[in-house]
């Protein structure tokens, strides 16, 4: 009798510690509808927030405002030409003097370029208007044999000489003059002729493309919003750029050295500038 009791006792003692621990568990176990905050990304919320009608889960990251569209913008180009006369010329012109050596022919190459550096300050070139854009000496091969072999030496200088007239009228006659004389002098290439204007007149032509530019923009922007019934807000955004155009003409040395003279009838220069306006529209 006497054990059967201990047994018993036994038994609901540990009963009893069971039913403890049991309890310490449950009260420790978050309930189902806690509050406790889940982070995701750059947003703090509960299993129950409710934003609007968009439902976030644990798997939003990175949620950011995006008013800065809510408005509306119209976007219109605008293009402003000018048209100016060219006020000097550059001559790119090349001596190319060829002998058995490299040093006959770089001495040739000097002698023609000395006579024509004299004609050309002669003639009102200023020195800081003539320079040397490229110089090379190349031996000559003779390839229609087995074993290739040099045969003499060229010498090649590339020579850009900008004219510039008193008078922007006499432009193509002092050129095709400044032409005639080099090729005399021995300039036996004229590369290229180009037509253009100083630096100080291409900073005001600009200007003036970009005034247009700006005006002819305004305008479609006001016959756009006049049609759609709305008004415009302020300007969000302008871009710009220009376009200088600046022909150049190949030489014909054909056509060069003639009894007759040379003479050039330069173009007119057809200068743009462009603008992108963005404007915000509304009521």
Request: charged residues 15%; aromatic residues 6%; without cysteine.
């Amino acid at each position: 009798m006497e054990s059967k009791n201990i047994f018993f006792g036994t038994t609901v003692v540990l009963a009893f510690v069971l039913l403890a621990a049991a309890g310490l568990y449950l009260t420790n176990v978050p309930k189902a509808d806690s509050e406790t905050p889940i982070v995701s990304g750059n947003l703090q919320v509960t299993p129950s927030q409710d934003l609007g009608d968009t439902k976030v889960s644990t798997a939003t990251v990175g949620v950011q405002s995006s008013s800065y569209l809510s408005g509306r913008i119209l976007t219109v180009s605008g293009t402003g030409v000018v048209s100016v006369k060219p006020d000097r010329s550059k001559i790119q012109m090349a001596i190319l003097a060829e002998a058995p050596t490299a040093e006959i022919a770089s001495v040739k190459n000097a002698e023609i370029f000395s006579v024509l550096l004299k004609s050309l300050l002669d003639h009102g070139i200023l020195r800081d208007n003539i320079e040397t854009v490229q110089y090379s000496i190349n031996p000559i091969y003779e390839y229609n044999v087995k074993v290739p072999y040099i045969i003499s030496y060229r010498a090649y200088h590339t020579i850009s000489v900008t004219v510039v007239p008193s008078q922007i009228e006499d432009l193509g006659k002092l050129t095709g003059k400044i032409i005639d004389m080099s090729v005399s002098a021995g300039v036996n290439q004229i590369n290229s002729i180009q037509f253009t204007v100083s630096d100080e007149r291409l900073g005001g032509i600009r200007d003036d493309t970009l005034k247009g530019a700006v005006f002819d923009a305004q305008k479609k922007a006001a016959v756009i919003v006049s049609a759609l019934g709305v008004k415009i807000l302020g300007v969000q955004q302008v871009s710009e750029s220009s376009y200088f155009p600046t022909p150049v003409y190949s030489g014909d040395m054909s056509l060069v050295g003639a009894k007759a003279s040379t003479e050039l009838v330069p173009g007119d220069l057809k200068i743009s500038g462009s603008v992108g306006i963005t404007y915000e529209i509304g009521n």
